[in-house]
């Protein structure tokens, strides 16, 4: 035994311990702010405010942070006017990068340890990095802070005053014509609300965005110890990396190359477009927002939303003509088929993404021939720890089920929208536009059962039959 292994074996190498985690967190961080500064200047949104205090912003959001925001408009002394904004949206560009540089740089840590990682080395790694980022999420909390300048203009306002911003002819029962009161300044004066500047001010909320920090962080880490397929486990876990790990790194797989696919389709959209810059940002910061709420919608997820005002805009064809002419009903993938016969291919585009899994989940899977399957060269006495093909075949199905029956709730949950934005005079709704997408868990959890041990055993016997299984 090498020395390094024996000092190994009596205590923790606290130094490498904090400077591992030191390096983890801190590259996790650089590539958060990094794409998330990127994508908000792409998206032209420094021009409305400071990019420091958004970035900030954007990355808590992107680890399970919580931001609240408010404002208010004045104009030329007229009081009571006041913008009020909502935000419930997770940028996942933001996360995936950070998500994939926090699981490379813990899991290569882990690679140094050994064969087999001790218990006690592997807590002090993870609990480490889970410190240093709680301790960063806090100072995101003190830096995301900032006031940003929306032009009222833009938003349509005066489109929706009474009257369509001529208020000379609008009458109130027991006051009489708005154009006569204040010897007709009040009109004056809510016209140039319309075309005022609403200065919304934006903050991290400290506590939910470090308890959302502590719970992504730690998310991430259990992810990648169960995806990865190298790193090493702690004595007596070794059926996780037999059983658990092939179906959770081709589940992890699939997701990343449908991401991959939709940035694909985002440059292609770019070129030719009159915003190129625009769509590069929007994609930066939230294709994976797009790709991964298509994925449980593409295998029949139902989702309950509603979609108003300028904001249904930001949603994608036929989405928002769905949303805006009936949000009673759910937004299944024939009801959006209805109004566009293309949408059908996202749901064959889903169908094969779970074959994909499938496939995976049975290549990783170890699959152990018998000496007469063999000899025979065949694969219908080929055996998996004693079964045979069809218990094989049994075994992805079952793994694979349960894998998808727990990340497609996962999808739902994290690609869920809620965004309200309201200007109120005097109590009079002057503004109001609002997106509100969620999908239901529950029924995700069911179909992602069935689809993935579908796909488990249609994959499986795919690879049977090629013999490229395990």
Do not use: K
């Not at 959001?61 to 009571?80: C, F």
């Not at 301790?135 to 940003?148: Q, T």
């Not at 920090?213 to 730690?218: A, I, K, V």
């Amino acid at each position: 035994m090498s020395d390094r292994n024996a000092d190994r074996a009596g205590r923790v190498p606290w130094g490498e311990v904090v400077v591992s985690a030191i390096a983890t967190v801190s590259w996790a961080l650089i590539g958060m702010a990094g794409v998330a500064a990127l994508g908000l200047h792409l998206l032209e949104a420094d021009t409305a405010g400071e990019l420091g205090p958004m970035t900030a912003a954007v990355v808590a959001l992107g680890a399970g942070g919580s931001v609240t925001p408010s404002g208010d408009v004045s104009v030329m002394g007229l009081e009571g006017a006041e913008a009020t904004t909502a935000i419930e949206i997770t940028p996942l560009g933001v996360s995936l990068v950070g998500a994939l540089l926090l699981a490379w740089f813990f899991l290569r840590s882990l690679r140094g340890t050994g064969v087999v990682v001790r218990p006690r080395e592997l807590l002090a790694r993870a609990g480490s990095v889970l410190v240093l980022f709680v301790a960063a999420m806090g100072g995101l909390s003190w830096a995301g802070n900032a006031v940003v300048t929306l032009d009222g203009g833009s938003l349509g306002i005066e489109e929706r005053l009474p009257g369509g911003g001529d208020l000379g002819d609008v009458e109130i029962p027991g006051l009489g014509d708005l154009g006569d009161l204040g010897g007709g300044l009040l009109p004056d004066r809510l016209g140039d609300l319309a075309d005022a500047d609403a200065r919304v001010g934006f903050t991290v909320d400290a506590v939910p965005t470090v308890l959302g920090g502590l719970t992504w962080c730690l998310g991430v880490l259990l992810i990648a110890l169960l995806a990865s397929r190298r790193a090493p486990l702690p004595p007596g876990l070794d059926v996780l990396h037999r059983v658990v790990r092939p179906a959770v790194s081709a589940v992890v797989t699939v997701l990343l190359v449908a991401v991959l696919a939709g940035l694909a389709a985002a440059v292609y959209a770019a070129v030719g477009d009159p915003h190129p810059r625009r769509i590069a940002g929007a994609a930066l910061l939230g294709a994976p927002n797009g790709v991964w709420l298509g994925v449980p919608l593409g295998l029949l997820v139902p989702w309950d939303g509603r979609a108003t005002g300028a904001l249904a805009d930001l949603l994608p064809d036929p989405l928002d003509e769905l949303l805006r002419v009936d949000a009673g009903e759910s937004v299944t993938l024939g009801r959006l088929a209805e109004l566009d016969g293309r949408v059908w291919l996202l749901g064959l585009a889903a169908a094969l993404t779970m074959l994909y899994a499938g496939v995976l989940t049975a290549v990783r899977t170890p699959f152990v021939r018998g000496p007469a399957a063999a000899a025979a060269g065949g694969a219908s006495g080929a055996d998996v720890r004693g079964g045979s093909a069809f218990g094989f075949i049994g075994h992805c199905a079952l793994r694979l089920g349960l894998a998808t029956a727990v990340a497609l709730p996962l999808l739902v949950w994290a690609t869920e929208v809620s965004v309200d934005a309201s200007l109120a005079v005097f109590g009079i709704d002057a503004f109001d536009a609002g997106v509100e997408l969620r999908g239901r868990a529950a029924t995700a959890a069911l179909l992602g059962a069935l689809w993935g041990a579908g796909a488990g055993a249609a994959g499986a016997l795919l690879a049977c039959a090629t013999g490229a299984a395990g």
